[in-house]
């Protein structure tokens, strides 16, 4: 499925028009972007620059309106709902800004589900919810209730969840905006493992010092993208506007 | 895959007992209700069945009715007598009638032993083939003979409620009682077989009709003849040839009764089956009421978990494994209540109820868990499919 030289996501000139009560909200206005395997790319904007939006889109949880939205080369518009559930269970770890644990099961329970609806068997995915509790240091608080935990462990249960799939996506919406400083360096350093060992991240965050932990930054304003600039480099920059990824060149 | 689902709907329900346990209740009550007022109706018409083998089930009873009319058209009365008897015992004109008994009934008979009395409810005089048309059996003693009928003997045979209350603790075969003054021997005494659905069959007092004519009744006028058709299905026939019979031999054209006992006792017993029913819908209803509250947890589970679903759908669920977990969830609720009102019910129906002693009908067993996985699977369906159908990211929005 997975083909090497394919970008990671490809979207091109995507709208995403909704209705709420009388008013069209025009959350996305035609925005392009290429990602390619591997990179660490931060999302900012203000509130309503249509971040959210722009991740769920990336996340197969919403469609555009309008444009093209290419997904390891896939066309998702093609896909059905069961099909687009399939995808992000098997290619997408998405990591939500409320943490979105299932109350009431396990931190161990929270971390399988996806792996139950992969359909593996009870034994492979305990083994395998077990490593990815342990990769992100929360091994030791296997069965603990979500409502038993910190804000910083339910956080990184979460992300145990986005990765225990070994997806190629992981996408994350504030990840460290409910955290303390002390949680938000915990959850940066796993993204950074996890970009390591050569997994795509794309994060949303609306602090400076968190963005500059990626390669990558991407400034939404208004529902299109305003700046697009290589940070691995230490210098900007691409003008506004730019449809043309850094590095694409 | 199944007993993950098992496992997660298993883990819901647990997250909310208090309401688990109230919908589970809600069908409990309904299945138990189901499997007990069934049970109260097929107990009181077991009774009613049993009442009629008592009676005997094929036995007959010809009477005269006051004012007849004869082939002419003119009003007449018309009596029963000995001639009458020996015409139904022809077994060529009435091949359906195997015995035939005289019966002559003394009126307000009082007997007398010693210091204690008793007034019996029926005091028969007839012959021996009395007791089998009517399934009588002897308890002590014996019956009395053709022999003592043809002897004129002073003998009687007496019900167990009559021996108690002349003789306490005993038969009282072998003493001499006084009938209105006259002393008669006891010779047997019959089994108690209760109950004919009017009165008792146990307070009566039987001794051969010649008996009976020359000291209490006088002669000539039977009250009524005792027919026993060959089998319970030519109980019709020998009706319709006892009929023409007597009423050819009387000239008439109506006036002779031909009453079967155990009719008279299919009809309560029909009139119990509409009560049975009204019973069951009763029963079905609140079975339905039960469901509904299940449909009602559902949607409730369903909108307060509208965030989870949206969390399942957002890692990989999909729809058919949504619809699975509130379907499994619906149905494992319908099944525990559906289990613990089949163990309620038929504990229940151990007990005896409004005078009836329960008999719990297998197939209401059966029913009864059909119709609670039944009711699970018709009233979950709904919100399962309103859980499966939401849109992942609408249900991760739901605050």
């Given amino acids: 499925m997975t083909r090497r030289d394919q970008p990671v996501i490809r979207i091109e000139n995507v709208v995403r028009t909704y209705v709420m009560g009388q008013t069209r909200v025009r959350a996305l206005r035609g925005v392009s972007l290429l990602i390619e395997r591997g990179e660490y790319v931060a999302i900012m904007g203000p509130s309503g620059s249509g971040k959210s939006t722009l991740m769920n889109t990336l996340g197969c949880l919403d469609a555009p309106s309008s444009g093209r939205f290419l997904l390891d080369g896939v066309d998702v518009r093609s896909l059905d709902e069961d099909d687009l559930s399939d995808l992000r269970n098997r290619k997408i770890g998405f990591v939500f800004q409320g943490f979105n644990l299932v109350p009431k099961i396990s931190a161990l329970t929270n971390v399988e589900l996806p792996l139950i609806y992969a359909g593996l068997s009870r034994g492979a995915r305990r083994h395998r919810a077990t490593r990815a509790l342990q990769a992100v240091g929360m091994g030791e608080r296997l069965d603990h209730g979500s409502n038993e935990l910190s804000g910083g462990q339910q956080q990184r249960v979460a992300i145990a969840r986005a990765i225990v799939t070994n997806p190629a996506l992981i996408l994350a919406d504030e990840p460290t905006g409910n955290l303390d400083s002390r949680s938000t360096a915990d959850v940066l350093k796993i993204f950074e493992d996890l970009n390591g060992s050569g997994r795509t991240v794309v994060m949303i965050t609306h602090e400076d010092d968190v963005a500059e932990h990626a390669d990558r930054l991407v400034r939404l304003g208004d529902g299109r993208i305003v700046s697009d600039v290589s940070l691995e480099l230490g210098q900007a920059t691409e003008e506004v506007g730019a449809r043309r990824p850094v590095g694409s060149a | ?399």
């Fill in chain 2, 1 to 399: 895959m199944a007993i993950e689902t098992l496992r997660t709907a298993w883990t819901g329900l647990m997250s909310h007992r208090l309401r688990t346990a109230l919908t589970v209740l809600g069908i409990m009550i309904g299945i138990a209700s189901v499997i007990v007022l069934i049970a109260v109706g097929k107990g009181s018409s077991d009774a009613v069945q049993e009442s009629i083998d008592a009676l005997g089930s094929s036995t007959l009873t010809v009477s005269a009715s006051p004012s007849a009319t004869t082939t002419t058209g003119a009003t007449t009365s018309v009596t029963l007598e000995e001639a009458d008897v020996e015409a139904l015992e022809d077994a060529e004109r009435a091949p359906a009638i195997k015995s035939v008994a005289p019966v002559l009934n003394a009126s307000s008979t009082e007997i007398v032993d010693g210091s204690s009395e008793a007034e019996p409810g029926e005091f028969v005089g007839t012959t021996p083939a009395y007791r089998e048309a009517h399934n009588y059996t002897v308890q002590s003693g014996q019956w009395f003979t053709d022999a003592q009928v043809s002897e004129r003997a002073r003998v009687v045979v007496i019900g167990p409620e009559v021996a108690e209350e002349l003789f306490p603790g005993e038969s009282g075969v072998g003493k001499t009682i006084q009938v209105n003054g006259t002393n008669f021997q006891v010779v047997g005494m019959t089994k108690a077989k209760g109950s004919s659905g009017t009165s008792s069959q146990d307070d009566n007092v039987f001794a051969p009709i010649t008996a009976v004519e020359d000291t209490l009744a006088g002669y000539g006028e039977l009250s009524s003849i005792s027919v026993e058709a060959v089998s319970p299905d030519a109980v019709e026939e020998a009706e319709a040839q006892a009929n023409s019979i007597l009423e050819s031999r009387h000239e008439l054209s109506e006036g002779i009764n031909v009453i079967n006992q155990s009719s008279i006792l299919e009809a309560s017993n029909s009139s119990e089956s509409v009560f049975t029913t009204l019973l069951t819908w009763v029963a079905a209803i609140s079975l339905v009421v039960g469901g509904i509250g299940v449909m009602n947890i559902m949607l409730v589970s369903v909108t307060e978990r509208t965030r989870e679903i949206g969390i399942r759908k957002a890692i990989g669920a999909r729809r058919s494994d949504i619809l699975a977990q509130f379907l499994t969830e619906a149905l494992l609720v319908s099944a525990i209540g559906g289990a613990l009102g089949i163990a309620v019910g038929v504990i229940g129906s151990q007990f005896e109820i409004a005078g009836v002693q329960p008999a719990v009908a297998g197939y209401s067993v059966v029913l009864a868990a059909a119709a609670s996985l039944g009711s699970g699977l018709f009233f979950g369906t709904y919100p399962a499919m309103r859980a499966a159908r939401l849109r992942p990211i609408e249900a991760l929005r739901f605050e």
